[in-house]
């Protein structure tokens, strides 16, 4: 049994509560949080105690922490739990600054961390990635990626996101280095706030597209946009030497609709609560999985640290309008 | 080079003007219709000439004869253009009459007579036979056809058209046959005119389900309706031992439009002449190649007198309320 | 809090079991069984208690049951859990026979008595039906219930079963009440057993074709079929003087696969417990909501008598080769 | 009735043979060929003459040329049919050389002439393009065009054709430009030989993407691959600022084949003959109309030095790895 202790209460940690209290195999005992009341009342709702990070960590019957506080604190909690000998399973990104991250993975090597991209554990881009290695299109070619929000965030909150690259298509890029099993040569970025203009104002883009080439010859392309209205697009397609695998939305429902005004189906389902609920427990049953069969992680710190990179040189090359090279990010 | 002649001159014998004049091995020589302006525009349009269809039956130089005439008066045409030598594609039905439709197979017996039903041509029909026959979903066990019309016809054509099953669901008893590869035991007709109390004023229905069994135990299904007022719905599908087939619609196009409202294709094209245009020229080169390569054409006047009896069957079914053996009808 | 019995401790009331505890307004706190050792395992599962069945009824502390026992003790079971004052969830069908399942409908009256028919919770069909009543396709004429398992039970089982008619189609005759709002007046069955003939040596058919008339002249076809290899296949389509609806099968995964082989993408969901795990969630919770809203339940056991009854007058149709109208049952 | 002659015979020449000869309100008059043999067969077929390119020209009976001869005398054709008073319909591009058509727009001005860029007459992207200018997704934001062929052409064509860009990705800038109804401030290429290495030794690419940017901040993806196993995947889409347009591949047909190993449909239609046929029959009746009717050609030679520019400066963003300006082409 994971004795476990969630550090941080709000939205997405209710989400890891709820995965963390119906697996079998773990137990949520403890919740952290600097608004104590959403501590307790998280902590009450799982049975759990609210309790201050300082004691968790000193806590020998806990063995594992999931991180799911604000960015600027992950790199910190990382290396203390570690410190303290706790599995973790953290959100991404590891954090803003590519040098802290990196600083981080220096510090606690080989631990069992985990970094939150539960993208990997929906079913739909896992099947894909399963159907590439059983060979099913031959050698991946051209990958797309298409991540679109329902809705931007409010500008208040992209000032201090670290910008679309680290806080949206981080994601992405994960999901190309999963995909692609492979870091990319050169970043190439292009990006403009035409969704809202006060999003340009505080510095960021709402709408990128971002080129990815590899040593090999292949390429891969994401598209993001911070407002698609008919809700959260989430799709993945490869061209293989042998076929195309693509990895579409689930929607909301099955039903079709057939008059006069044409042949009306359902939505993507909303947001990322809806659409990659399965995915995080599936991530939740992986990262328990793995401590107990004694196995490394299957999401590294590296894995974390390998996607701010991409998302600091795609920063860099939307900055100054040509390619950049991960090899020159020093 | 088949020189054909052309016997009426309204919509469908436009399409098949059309049809013949393509077909780089038949000829339009000549069309014959009592409204004779009709004849000369048609027979203008396609550089044939108008002529009596006595001038035509007449002329050794014409091999074929395509009767697109009334239905009172095929049986009657076909037995005089087989009388004179000619090759025969008639459209459905053959008769409005068993008996008579019977009268006509007996003498005209093995001439090449072929019955227009051309569904059995449409590409997505067609293909479902195909793999049916390909033993790709094993053998056959319940057949589903699903046949609406987009608007009901006038009602002065429902009281001379011989009744829904005669008029409408003669093409489903046709594609009933050709997927089966055999005629039902019994047949079991339910009706209503929900769509339009006037047809029922009339003596007809407008909505019907006719049940079909199989001496080896196999089913069909069959549902008409009047009025789909998205369009022309044309469906199959078939359960066998070893899976599904099914055969849809065609649509207007492949657009598909995403918004807060939902997701919305395109309908199905909006009638026969739409959806089944691909299906008349295929027709047509599969009876010019039938007589070229000196087979036997492949929808055969028993064919046509076999969908016929299903209909006579259905309408005594739904008068009875009760299934009606095919052996019965004497 | 509804504090909850479970009788029976089998396949689907483990499915239940799951539903009860986590509804945030009901807890289970006892489980019984004839089998003792299952009783003891699920209780155990769930934090709650293995007690006998004339304990649970004795404990005033309970508010309800959740009949899931084999079909013989649901009458019984229902009779003595109103008695005793519970209010009550029963597995479908009330009964195999339709005399006794009336005999415990006139007994227990107006009790709050829910009847499991799960699929009207299926978000597909409930959806459906939401937007039938919305007005979106005018008023309903023509509808089409496809359900087919993915194989075949064991012969044991069909023999105790009551008939395809009473076991499996029952749940698609509340389907057709359910959307219909009415009875029909009349039930027309076919069926084979050409799916495997030692269920037609055991009495049975595992293929079945029901057409329903309603006195309005609608019309309802239900097809059943024991075996679709491809999986779990429930789809229901409704077509109404405006319009058609459709609700499909949900899929394994939204991926797809083009190769020079063709276009390929995932299976229905296999069986009922994939199909409907969130049908039985809503289920369970409209029956809390109910209860604690003091409002009727949205399944009543008239509903499940109804069903019964036409599931006898199909048995009847068979039989006799004709339609057989419920009002002439008795 | 337009007289017209057709310049070239071979395939493209063959498709608008047929459209030229079934259109009511054209005619093909001539056939001219450096082949004369196939020429004369050509001409044969459609009951047309084989004649030279300065007789046809030199024929005041004749009012229009369709040029399908090779790219590199399209330029020369052009100038000259103009210069005999000929209407004229050209298949891309205008020409390998961005200079050389720039003075061959310079010399016609605004005669009639007309570049085939059939694909803006596609239903399906016609219809994309109608909902756009109809608002149905408010304003452009992020448009995707994928464009893969079934198989790379031999290495012999490709090293005469002028490369990816001028060759294959040509008509995806013209639908960009038709789509967005503007010209890009800048070209972003990236690409490969990974398809075939022999095609990267000849000096081109297989795999491209190209990223283009707006002056108003909108963007454009294309997507390009020699290869595409499954058939030619032809697929637009474009994010508004209130919904999604998608128009996709046409399929072979609606055939749907479900079993144990997964749900199986049609492939797309195999080539551009088989995808853009219909295209090729609107662009002509287009041609044909806006002569009738004294209007200006629907696309113009403008239209094809635009594209031709974009492919010129794709051509050296590759070369020098950073994106170019049109503004900067000279």
Redesign the interface.
């Known amino acids: 049994m994971l004795n476990t202790a969630l550090l941080g209460a709000g939205r997405i940690a209710g989400v890891h509560a709820t995965a963390i209290s ?1 697996h079998p195999g773990s137990r949520l005992v403890a919740v952290a949080d600097i608004n104590a009341e959403a501590a307790g009342k998280l902590a009450a709702q799982y049975g759990a105690e609210a309790r201050s990070v300082d004691a968790i960590l000193a806590d020998p019957s806990i063995n594992a922490v999931l991180i799911a506080t604000s960015t600027d604190t992950h790199s910190d909690l990382i290396e203390r739990a570690v410190a303290a000998g706790k599995a973790v399973l953290c959100e991404k990104p590891v954090d803003l600054s590519l040098a802290r991250a990196q600083a981080c993975l220096a510090k606690v090597g080989g631990a069992p961390v985990m970094i939150g991209f539960n993208r990997r554990f929906d ?2 881009f896992a ?2 990635k399963a ?1 590439l290695d059983a060979g ?2 031959g050698k991946a ?2 990958l ?1 990626i ?1 991540s ?1 929000d329902p809705a931007p965030p409010p500008v208040a909150y992209i000032k201090v996101s670290g910008g679309i690259f680290r806080d949206m298509m981080i994601h992405d890029f994960d999901m190309a280095n999963f995909l692609m099993g492979a870091a990319p040569v050169a970043v ?1 970025a ?6 809202d203009p006060a999003i340009g104002a505080a510095g960021d883009v709402d ?3 971002v ?1 990815l ?1 590899y040593a ?4 891969a ?1 994401i ?1 993001n ?1 911070r ?5 959260y ?1 989430q799709r993945v397609e490869l ?1 293989g ?28 389902t909303y947001f990322f609560l809806e659409r990659y609920m399965p995915a995080y427990r599936a991530e939740w049953a992986a990262f328990v999985g793995a401590l107990h069969a004694d196995q490394s992680v299957p999401v590294t710190l590296e894995d974390g640290v390998a996607a701010l990179a991409m998302a600091e040189a795609a920063t860099l090359s939307l900055a100054k ?3 950049v090279r991960l090899a020159d990010l020093g």
């Open positions: 119906t079913p739909n099947g894909l159907a099913e299109i070619e051209l797309s298409t679109f190439l292009t990006g403009s706030s035409i969704v709408t990128a597209v080129t080439t090999d010859g292949r390429i392309v598209k946009s407002r698609a209205v008919y809700g697009d061209l030497s042998e076929g195309l695998l693509q990895a579409g939305n689930m929607l909301e429902s099955t039903l079709v609709k057939s008059t006069t005004g044409g042949v009306t189906s359902a939505k993507p309008g040509e390619p």
